[in-house]
Each structure stands twice: as structure tokens, then as C-alpha cells.
């Protein structure tokens, strides 16, 4: 992939797309795959904000029954199952048990009864490409065996639990990445990098483009499409402010939301918990570590400036010590705390968890703004959704037909694998001279791709020696400089590879990925002391 902007030779566009997270990613992919010209910008690194702070789940939202959202959660339900087919390497099966007390709140009865509505709303859960992704229907355990699988579960007043199905996504910042190459490979323009300042307008006062600064070479362009939508997010109302003329009246709130990862707390199952406060969170199994999220507290500073606090980190631990295990969790066993801020459509619910993660497609014309879309809210699990109703919008701005979306129908962009077991079982007979977790590991992070990435560890052996638990080698890391993109050591620890995602993967680690960026990218050994020093800081637990 190369940034279109720094030779662009004036081309105008039917679609530009401002914010490169799972929502713009999605939008691009499926505009340019019905034949339009499209051009996606971001201010930073794809997928770099909301869209990298998630609890890493494809689910239908099974509390948002309790709110009677029987449409998103449908909505939800149906995307689930389109990802698991469009994305067999990302996107797996995986069991929540739901611990059931005496009482109200957690009765048996009540969670029984939400139960067998989730498994009636995934009717069609079963309609998987591969076998493999069929997700079963709910069961239940006795107090016993609730226990005895989450020996962590407090026993008093403990009565059983439910146990059902979603999905996990092994990274979303590389499904993220896998919308964003689905759109490249239809013909899209993409860059990094490239925030938009304003507007450019006709005669009319119609948007006809965007001013774009270019944060790689320091330059503003002009950048010209006949409609413009707004895919950004929590900034979504700033870049609205933007504007030079009209007057918009929309606004989004955001919601912090932090996640923790520690030691192994659960193995076999996620776990769904009601806090103290009356909150659900999950403790979910990941790389061999658990992922405990998310908090959901309203923000209302500026978003450039949001990071997790130690603060919200104590806040959190108190409330996991209040449901769950010896109430013994401290902050020594934080590996790695992230954080994000959600969009929520703004409503007059008080307080952000109740708010609902329901989207809007709003025509920006009736604010003075003809010629531009804006999305507000949305979950990552209905992005693919989302876009193609954005989609009905554009082809009426633009008065084109459009042909139906086929964005259910293909694999994602390096994820064309037929059967996800036998995929993963061939590469361990083809490659016996590699370790086996490292071939586990690309295969179920990199698809197809995974081939490019041993070429490069066949080459140098150094690059083919794990350096994680897990089996990333450092051939990713020439791998994304090559091929995929990446400006800083950031968006190579965080967002194209794992090796900063589980906290600081150690200076010997950290010091040799650095250095092999800094060969392939050029950097001088100013900038490289300076990409490390940010890559500490960013890796750094707050203080």
C-alpha cells in the first residue's frame, strides 16, 4: 500500500472518506468495491483510536435486550455471522459463561429467558461458510460445574450459570487493516496520516472537497469529491466545526472505555459479570492472558488529548475486586492498561452506559452542509452493516444506481480461507522448519499473507526467532515496513503486529524492533532514539 497523497495528481473522487477506523475502513471498502472512486483519509494510523480500544468481541450485545434494542441486537447478530465468514482468521466462536445468583438481578429465570430470545434473534447462526464457525445454542451448568470450570466465581448465593456464544476477534486492528486492503484492492486511495482541516466549496456553497494537510512531507493539498462523509468518530461534531459556513447542530457524546489485561484469570470460558454499580464487564481468555473490560464513563475533554489514567485503572480494579475472585487484584497485576473513546448518538439518557450503541447516517444538507454525510455511533460489530446503508445515501446524493453491496459475499482482503482448521494444520506440514506457535500465530493473524512474512524469515534467519510467548517473530516487522504502510514504531508495535500489545515486550525486544524499523524506514539515529522514547511512554502503565 502507498499513500496516494504525496503524488497526487489532482484526481477528483465520487466518495471521500474522512477517518480511517473500522467505520471509514468499512464505508471505503464498500463504496470502491461498487465501482466508485474513493479516497479515505486519516489524521493518523488506521484503526490507531476507538477502533484499537475494544474488548476484542463480535457479539450482538446481549445486555442490550434489557433495553428491548431488539434491532441492534439482530443487526448485530447477523453482522457476527458475516464476519465469521468474510473473516475465518480473525473472527472465532467462543463460550460466556453468566454466573446466576439468588436474588433479582442475576436470577436464574430471568437470564434463562434472555437467553432463549439471543438464540432465537441468531436463528440463522448456523449459515457459516465453514464448519467450523457454527456457533451452538445456550446450555446450562449446575452450581458445581460453574465452579469447578471458574474457580474464580463467588460462591455465595451462587445457584448455576448460563453459558452461550459469541465471537472473539483475535486482533481488530488487522481486521481493521484487512477493510482497509479490500478497499485498496478495488481501487481505493488511501492514506495515513492526512488530516483533513476543512472544506472546499462551490459556487453553490455545496462541499466539493476537502483541504487536506499531509503530516508526512508538511503540505496542504486540495483534495476534490462530490460527496464527503464524515466517518470520525469521536471527533466526528469537530470535524464538522470545520466547516466555514452553515450551522450544525449535532453533537456526539463519548464514552471512556478502558480494558486491563493480566495474568490468566479465566481459561475456557469469557466470563459476563454484574458489578456492584450494576455494570457488566467481561473477563475474556486472550494470548494466554485475560482481558478484563470495559469501564464506560462519560468524557468531555478533547479527545486528542484522552489517556488512561491511573486513576480510572485503581477505579476499575476496585470494581472487578467487588465481583469477582479474592477481591486481591491490584495494580502490580496490570500487564497493560488501554483505553478509547466510543461515539454515542446523543440522547437523553442520563449517564453513558445506558446510552445506546445504536448509529445515525445524517444528511448533512438540512445544517448547510450539501454534499457531505455524517455517521454518528455505531459498535465495531456492525460497521460492515452500517456502511452499506451509508451507501443507499451516497448513491442518491450522487443520483447513480448502485449495485447491491458485496461486501457479504467475498473473503476480506487476505482472509480467503475455505476451512480456518485445515488452513492452519497445512501450514504446520508445509513449514516444519519453523516453530510451530510462529506458524499458529501468522497463520491466524496474517491469513494468506502469512507466506510473505516467512519469505522474509527464510531469508534471515534472526527474523525467524520467536520473541513473544506466542511466536511473533520480527520478519513481521520488515514485513509491515515493506508492505503495509506504518510511519512510526508505534503503529507497528500496537497496529500491525502484537508486540506491543500485551504491555512492553522488554528493552532487547523493543531495541531490536526499533532498530529493523529504523533500516527499512530510514530514520537517522535522532529519530530512532526519539520512536523508541515515544514507544516507552506509550507502553508505560499510567503513573
Known amino acids: 500500500m502507498k499513500r496516494f497523497v504525496e503524488g497526487y495528481d489532482g484526481q477528483a473522487f465520487d466518495l471521500i472518506v474522512v477517518g480511517g477506523g473500522i467505520t471509514g475502513a ?16 486519516e489524521k493518523r494510523d488506521f484503526g490507531w483510536a476507538t477502533s484499537a480500544a475494544t474488548s476484542k468481541l463480535i457479539h450482538g450485545g446481549l445486555r442490550y435486550l434489557a433495553h428491548l434494542e431488539i434491532g441492534l441486537v439482530r443487526e448485530s447478530l447477523r453482522e457476527r455471522r458475516i464476519l465469521e465468514n468474510i473473516a475465518p482468521n480473525y473472527v472465532y466462536p467462543l463460550p460466556f459463561l453468566v454466573p446466576t445468583y439468588e436474588g433479582i438481578k442475576n436470577n436464574k429465570w430471568l437470564i434463562e429467558t434472555g437467553m432463549i430470545l439471543y438464540d432465537i434473534l441468531s436463528f440463522d447462526k448456523g449459515h457459516t461458510w465453514d464448519k467450523a464457525k457454527k ?56 492514506a495515513n496520516y492526512a488530516e483533513v482541516k476543512g ?103 478533547d479527545p486528542d488529548t484522552y489517556k ?101 459475499k467475498e473473503y476480506l482482503y487476505g482472509c480467503e480461507i475455505k476451512d480456518i482448521d485445515e488452513f492452519l494444520a497445512d501450514i504446520q506440514m508445509d513449514y516444519p522448519q519453523f516453530d510451530s506457535k510462529t506458524l499458529e500465530y501468522l497463520g491466524r493473524n496474517y491469513g494468506t499473507e502469512f507466506t510473505g512474512v516467512l519469505a522474509l524469515a527464510d531469508e534471515d534467519k534472526e527474523l525467524a526467532e520467536p520473541v513473544t510467548h506466542d511466536g511473533e517473530v520480527l520478519a513481521e516487522v520488515v514485513y509491515a515496513a515493506r508492505n503495509e504502510m506504518v510511519h512510526t514504531l508505534q503503529d507497528i508495535l500496537f497496529r500491525r503486529t502484537g508486540l506491543g500489545t500485551l504491555g512492553n515486550p522488554g528493552d532487547d525486544v523493543l531495541t531490536r524492533t526499533g532498530e529493523i524499523a529504523a533500516r527499512e524506514l530510514g530514520w537517522n539515529d535522532e529519530r530512532l532514539a526519539k520512536e523508541l522514547d515515544k514507544a516507552r511512554r506509550s507502553l508505560a502503565l499510567p503513573s
Open 308 to 408: 488512561v489514567t491511573r486513576e480510572s485503572v485503581e477505579d476499575f480494579l476496585q470494581e472487578i475486586n467487588s465481583c469477582f475472585g479474592d477481591g486481591g487484584l491490584t495494580f502490580d497485576d496490570v500487564l497493560s492498561a488501554y483505553g478509547g473513546l466510543r461515539p454515542l448518538v446523543e440522547d437523553q439518557v442520563e449517564g453513558t452506559y445506558e446510552s445506546s450503541r445504536k448509529y445515525e447516517i445524517y444528511d448533512n444538507k438540512e445544517d448547510g452542509f450539501d454534499g457531505l454525510i455524517t455517521v454518528e455511533g455505531g459498535k465495531y460489530t456492525t460497521s460492515r452493516g452500517l456502511a452499506e446503508n451509508a451507501l443507499k445515501l451516497v448513491g442518491k446524493k450522487l443520483g447513480r444506481k448502485l449495485h447491491d453491496a458485496i461486501t457479504d
Open 199 to 301: 472544506f472546499l466549496y462551490g459556487r453553490d456553497s455545496t462541499i466539493m472537497g476537502v483541504k487536506v494537510l499531509d503530516l508526512i512531507a508538511g503540505k496542504e493539498i486540495e483534495i476534490e469529491g462530490r460527496v464527503t462523509i464524515n466517518c470520525g468518530g469521536p471527533w466526528a461534531d469537530i470535524v464538522l466545526r470545520t466547516a466555514e459556513r452553515g450551522q450544525s447542530s449535532h453533537s456526539i457524546r463519548r464514552s471512556e472505555g478502558i480494558h486491563l489485561i493480566t495474568k490468566p484469570l479465566v481459561e475456557n470460558h469469557a466470563v459476563a459479570l454484574m458489578t456492584s454499580g450494576g455494570r457488566h464487564m467481561f473477563l475474556i481468555p486472550w494470548r494466554g492472558h485475560t482481558l478484563i473490560g470495559t469501564t464506560d464513563k462519560e468524557y468531555v475533554g
Open 26 to 41: 468499512s464505508v471505503s471498502y464498500d463504496a470502491a468495491s461498487r465501482g466508485l472512486r474513493v479516497a479515505l483519509l
Open 135 to 190: 456457533l451452538p445454542g445456550h446450555h446450562s451448568l449446575s452450581r458445581e460445574e460453574a465452579l469447578r470450570e471458574v474457580p474464580g466465581l463467588r460462591g455465595e448465593a451462587l445457584t448455576g450459570a448460563a453459558v452461550y456464544y459469541d465471537c472473539l476477534s483475535l486482533c481488530p486492528e488487522r481486521l481493521t487493516l484487512a477493510f482497509v486492503k479490500s478497499a485498496v484492492k478495488h481501487e481505493a486511495q488511501v
